[in-house]
């Protein structure tokens, strides 16, 4: 099978048979290392929601895990007046599980396709689109083929098809050695650019990636908080590649939305003000101080999440110019 079916199959059973956050998971993302993170993504929605004139907007995440993000976001936007209607997109039934008791008041989505459509949407998709199926080119001496998934010495390998791409590979690629492309994701951010082009509202994407176009192999699975075979357990261990933030910003521009600069995760907080909130933090709880310090450096430091993460915001034409991507 191509290498995105067997993902998106992978993926569709860990998520839906557990919950893999935490120290006794498989991996960690920024909501859970510290509330930092999810306040300030809130006071950034509130800001732009002010500066927007106030609209009857909805608040809506994309694959919310615990729910952590969204609950000390709507902590924060409460102390702005913004108390949107929740909206989580989400299939697994273990995490929905963890968000009813984060969020008891939020409402559920298999999909984007049921969101509300008579309002503007502030969105926000923390670690979304990594773990999204992607498609893998590979060059070979007898031209581009596409990775398949097959059975070889009774367990799964990778492989190439018989069927070759050369005609689509692009010039400036074509002396790497690995493309990868992520229709899934391109199709969802399309959709959801094409509705806050008509409805209001923007979107704030944050995950680790790249500015394309570039060549490699970037998939990977983690188990257990470290690397493994992404061909090995398939379900059993989180399946995710890097994000091209350049395809996905020009796929809502392809609908007529706002695409603002790509910045670093480390550059936006640090631009809504998480220096202040550590400090204040840190003043409050003096026998947390190291704790807190040591949060901040993770989600901003350059040799930990703060330029591997990058994030892109867009917004219907006419919308302010949201903050950190000024």
């Known amino acids: 099978m191509p290498l995105a079916d067997y993902m998106a199959l992978a993926n569709a059973h ?21 509330q930092m993170f999810g306040e300030l993504i809130g006071l950034w929605a509130a800001d732009l929601w002010l500066r927007a ?8 995440e ?28 989400e299939t697994s039934p273990v995490l929905r599980d963890a968000q009813r008791r984060a969020m008891p008041g939020g409402m559920h989505h298999e999909s984007i396709a049921t969101l509300p459509d008579d309002r503007p949407l502030i969105v926000v998709a923390n670690e979304f689109f990594d773990a999204l199926p992607i498609r893998q080119l590979v060059r070979t001496e007898t031209g581009w083929r596409e990775r398949m998934v097959d059975l070889g010495g009774g367990r799964l390998v990778p492989m190439v098809g018989g069927q070759r791409f050369d005609a689509i590979v692009p010039a400036a690629l074509r002396d790497g050695e690995v493309i990868e492309t992520s229709p899934a994701s391109v199709a969802i951010l399309r959709d959801l650019a094409a509705r806050i082009v008509v409805q209001g ?16 192999d970037t998939l990977q699975a983690l188990r ?5 075979d992404p061909f090995e357990a398939p379900g059993e261990q989180d399946l995710t590649a890097h994000v091209d933030f350049s395809a996905l910003a020009e796929a809502a521009r392809g609908e007529g939305a706002v695409s603002h600069r790509v910045t670093t995760q480390g550059a936006l907080l640090e631009a809504l003000g998480i220096r202040a909130r550590a400090t204040g933090l840190a003043r409050s709880a003096p026998s947390r101080q190291e704790e807190i310090e040591t949060a901040w450096r993770r989600l901003c430091s350059p040799d930990e999440m703060g330029t591997l993460f990058k994030a892109l915001a867009i917004t219907a034409p006419g919308w302010p110019v949201p903050g950190g991507f000024e």
Not at 80 to 86: G, N, Q, R, T
Not at 224 to 228: P, R
């Open 224 to 228: 257990h908080h470290h690397f493994a």
């Open 62 to 89: 994309l694959g919310p895990g615990r729910g952590t993000l969204s609950a000390d976001a709507l902590r924060a936007m409460g102390k702005a007046a913004l108390a949107p209607p929740v909206h989580l997109v």
């Open 201 to 216: 509202g923007a979107l704030l994407a944050i995950d680790y990636g790249y500015e394309g176009p570039l060549a490699g």
């Open 53 to 60: 004139g106030k609209p009857d907007a909805a608040w809506v």
């Open 14 to 34: 860990y998520y839906a048979t557990r919950d893999p956050l935490g120290a006794a998971g498989d991996f960690t993302t920024a909501p859970e290392i510290s």
